[in-house]
Nanobody, 119 residues
Framework: QVQLVESGGDLVQPGGSLRLSCAASGDIFSINSINRMAWYRQAPGKQREVVAVITNDGGPGYANSVKGRFTISRDSAKNTVYLQMNDLKPEDTAVYYC??????????WGQGTQVTVSS
């Protein structure tokens, strides 16, 4: 099993920046089986949507709405994935969730962290 714990959500003004972190913990076999991690978000009244993805064997991918503003990165030594968010807009307001998946088809979700962009 893998546990994902997000942190870094906050209230920020438009144009500001935040960095979200997602720390993975659990048994070493499951941790080492992770080959894809991602950030999703869900705004009130909307469906959950993927924001950014990072894999073991490919480059990162981003939703069109965040390209050029958000950057996903991974520190494998710390089992942590980050989401650097710059030039935040009110429409970025949402609960942000961390997601991890293994090649065998197992997947895990974090509990979410609130990001609010407002003046």
């Amino acid at each position: 099993q893998v546990q994902l714990v997000e942190s870094g959500g906050d209230l920020v003004q438009p144009g500001g920046s935040l960095r979200l972190s997602c720390a993975a913990s659990g048994d070493i076999f499951s941790i080492n089986s992770i080959n894809r991690m991602a950030w999703y978000r869900q705004a009130p009244g909307k469906q959950r949507e993927v924001v950014a993805v990072i894999t073991n064997d490919g480059g990162p991918g981003y939703a069109n709405s965040v390209k050029g503003r958000f950057t996903i990165s991974r520190d494998s030594a710390k089992n942590t994935v980050y989401l650097q968010m710059n030039d935040l807009k009110p429409e970025d307001t949402a609960v942000y969730y961390c997601f991890a998946a293994s090649r065998s088809g197992s997947d895990w979700w974090g509990q979410g962290t609130q990001v609010t962009v407002s003046s």
